[in-house]
């Protein structure tokens, strides 16, 4: 079994930055690809972004050049380093996993930024 949990999520106001982290446990033998998902009420849950065990990253557009991920393997740890947060980034954020093409969910955090 794996768990991943999150921290660093609050409130900031616009412009402010947040940082969140995520550190997954359990049975892994290695990640492939780690990420940041979030899900605004009433909509769908979207990838933020990702990074691979290689180190190989994607991006949503409309976070690009104000979100940075990155990854400690020997730790199983993921960080979002979030810049110039604007009211449109406030949702629920979510850790997740790829583990052999299983995918693990954390239980997420709330990112809320004021206008």
């Known amino acids: 079994q794996v768990q991943l949990v999150e921290s660093g999520g609050g409130l900031v106001q616009a412009g402010g930055s947040l940082r969140l982290s995520c550190a997954a446990s359990?049975?892994?033998?290695?990640?492939?690809?780690m990420g940041w998902y979030r899900q605004a009420p009433g909509k769908e849950r979207e990838l933020v972004a990702r990074i691979t065990s290689f180190g190989s990253t994607n991006y949503a557009d409309s976070v690009k050049g104000r979100f940075a991920i990155s990854r400690d393997n020997a730790k199983n740890a993921v960080d979002l380093q979030m810049n110039n947060l604007k009211p449109e980034d406030t949702a629920g954020y979510y850790c997740a996993a790829d583990l052999d093409s299983n995918w693990y969910w954390g239980q997420g955090t709330q990112v809320t930024v004021s206008s």
């Open positions: 359990g049975s892994i033998v290695s990640i492939n690809a």
